[in-house]
Nanobody, 113 residues
Framework: QVQLVESGGGLVQAGGSLRLSCRAS????????MGWYRQAPGKQRELVAT???????SYADSVKGRFTISRDNAKNSVYLQMNSLNVEDTAVYYC???????WGQGTQVTVSS
C-alpha cells in the first residue's frame, strides 16, 4: 500500500505564496518521478509541474517562473513552492507518483483578490 499525503494548502491573497508538501509512505521504492496536478471547479485536472529521477523539472506555461517543484529523498517528500499567486491558481492540488500512478487526496488552495 502506498500513501501520498498533501499538506500546506489554504487561503491566501493574490500576490502571496504557499508551499505545498507531499509525503510518501508505504511500500514505495522511491519518489524519483513525481508530479503536481491541480483541478479547478468545472475544469479538467491539469499537470502543473514534474520532477524526474535526475532532478529535471518541467512546468505548465501558466506557472513558469512562479512555481518551483523540489524533492527531499531523505524525507520521502516532494514540494511545490508557489509564489505570486493569482485567483486563477485556485484549485485542489494533487501530487502523483508518476511511475506507479498513485494519487494523493488533494489539498485546497484558494487565492482571493
Amino acid at each position: 500500500q502506498v500513501q501520498l499525503v498533501e499538506s500546506g494548502g489554504g487561503l491566501v491573497q493574490a500576490g502571496g505564496s504557499l508551499r505545498l508538501s507531499c509525503r510518501a509512505s508505504g511500500s514505495i521504492a522511491s519518489i524519483n518521478n513525481m508530479g503536481w496536478y491541480r483541478q479547478a471547479p468545472g475544469k479538467q485536472r491539469e499537470l502543473v509541474a514534474t520532477i524526474n529521477s535526475d532532478g529535471t523539472t518541467s512546468y505548465a506555461d501558466s506557472v513558469k517562473g512562479r512555481f518551483t517543484i523540489s524533492r527531499d529523498n531523505a524525507k520521502n517528500s516532494v514540494y511545490l513552492q508557489m509564489n505570486s499567486l493569482n485567483v486563477e491558481d485556485t484549485a485542489v492540488y494533487y501530487c502523483r507518483h508518476l511511475g506507479l500512478g498513485y494519487w494523493g487526496q488533494g489539498t485546497q488552495v484558494t487565492v482571493s483578490s
